[in-house]
């Protein structure tokens, strides 16, 4: 019989291990993976088995902790992020560009690892006591904090043309169409969040995932396609064997991507992202090994801090897809599970930064052999395979469409983060009560 | 690709793959005539992405509108259906339970059995108010149709959130209420009738929670109705409801505390009846 805690240890880092499988995969998103994981667990109990907590628990957290983490080998060697690491690519595509992908890496390797240090020992003693008086002070406030959130993301974009040719009209156009198409982007992603929350397409047998085809046509397709066709292949990547940071640099991205995170995390429909930008905005970091070191720290609060709330006790929070998912699994809230919960995130962090490094390499060797266009054409394959498989052709068409709205602001050049409407505009139009008005109007309810 | 490759392609795109002489931009060689192969734009790509997500959300709404809710069975509820939209047919176990805030309905809760298990109904804020505003509450034993959204908790946890009041297809149930005085043990959730003479009315303290209680001497004794200020408000002509008149009322059979009440559900359901017959003048029919 093997001892709870060592059963723990294992799970957690099996956990861990099985992310270096699938993180790397730009279309892959963890929860995603949960989902599948989720479907099988729920047949488990008709076929007689019962899984114990103390190992299904450890090890859905070593997935979140290590995917978190890994998953920046995609979001810089291959351009591919989710929506939590939309800022990362632009600082890590130069880094790439410069034959660094390999430090570029790294560097938001560090970050992550600052952030579950942030998380096991800074939230982990406070979070109990601290993060219910949070929630209890937010409650009323969240519709309006999600009305200037949408604000500040549509209004900080500024025009990026306009700079040439002669004044007037073409001008002003010129340097409108990138804002345009941003909020263009945001009116459609939003309305495409009505239809997928008020009538969701796909069948009620896997309604739990009705979001997925969504966010794969929104984040993962139009980075595939663009690969595909701009045939932009990277130099030869340089092997780092020190990195330019110090104690400094890292404790400054650390407080600002910790800020950005926690906000995302505690926040409802707030991703990683937004968080990032606003901390980003608020502590006013210029610099760019800051920049991308915050970015590894907030997307590692964002995602496991969120799956972290579930086990606070006495929160009764479900942040974030993973949590949403257990929910309906599992019932969390005592000092144990929360313990066990840490343990968890500690072991999981570990063994994944210490997989950063041979994954890091792995994935240049394969880009060098394969080239960027063969890993993007993969990529589309799995993306095309995982939503057919789970959401049916309903959710093919689904994620068509999200795919036109995720490619208006590659080729416009605007934000990504406008695409995040798909939750933003819904859930703020909900919380103030105009939701059910405006479904109404869209012929939804 | 190096420098030297990515020169070498863009040399490529500007001579005639044919006779290998300039062309340029052009898409036909003007030395052999030979077509050229093209670049997509930048700009047909924006076009055609703009198209598609326009276009696209447009007829993924029409399908959205168009495609029927499926009606499922309880029993059938899986927790990979968390989220779904659905609809459930059967009969409410009981009356809906309402709960207000500074006099407001603020959510009502009900319990939906289709003959394969049961479900919570929950309706919250306006779909809640709506219901009581045009009294769609439902009572014990009618028919329902409930479209909402199935929210699935661990430990078989498992509920269905109304969107809206129309969400709500209700038939009041055909069914005769006996007379209380024929019922012997009544129980949870029935309905009765009861009829006779107010004896009392006790009146909630100005700012109190509390309901009104109406005791009422019926053919098998003395019963206390329980009526919330939101119903009693509601009644007609309630200023007859003083000891001494004569009522008849369908309430529900609830337990409150261990003991056993009667409650008003509607205040269409309490009638105050007309003064006994001797001290009313001859009807018309009895005149020569």
Redesign the interface.
Known sequence: MIPTALMVALAAAGGALVSALISWLPALHVYNVLGLMMMGLYALPSHGVAVPPELILPFMIGLVVGWAMLNTVPSVLLGAPDEGAIFTVLPGQKYLMLGRGHEGVLMTGIGALAGTFFLVLVMGPLAPKLLPVIRGVMKPHMHWVLWVITAFILMSEWPKGGTFGPEGWHRFLDAWRGLAAGLLTFLLSGLLGFILLNRPPVDPDVAFQNILPAFVGLFAVPWCILNIMSAVNPPPQKMATSLAVNGDVILRGTIAGGLGGGFAASFPVITAGIGGLLAGHSTAQRDERVFIISQGVSKQVYYVGAFMMFFVPGLHAARGGGAMMLRTFHTAGSYYEYFMALASIAIAGAVAFLMLGPLTRLVIKFIERFNYRSASWLALLICLAMVVGITGLNGLVVMLVATGIGLLPVLFGSRRLNCLGILLLPFACNMSGLGPAIAHFLRLM | ??EHSQAQSNVQEIICQQCGRYVGPLPRCPHCGARQPQR?S?RA??LA??????V??F???L???H?D??L?KIADI?????????RVAGQATGDARTFREAGKIRSLRFTVNDGTGDLAINAY???AEQMALYDRIPRAGDPVEVTGS?T????ENVSLRM??G??LKLQRAAKVTPPLANVTNVVEGAQVVVTGAVTRIVTPRSGSRAPYVVTVRAAAGERQLVIWSSVFEKIEQRERLVPGAALRAKVTAETYKGQKQLKLGRAADLEILPPPAATNPAPEAAKP
């Open positions: 690709m190096d997509i930048l790509l924006r992405a703009v198209g598609l997500a326009t696209g959300l007829l993924l709404w399908m959205a509108i495609r809710i499926p499922i899986q927790p990979t259906m968390n989220f779904a939209l659905v804020g306006k779909a199935l699935i908790g661990a430990d969107q809206s129309d969400a």
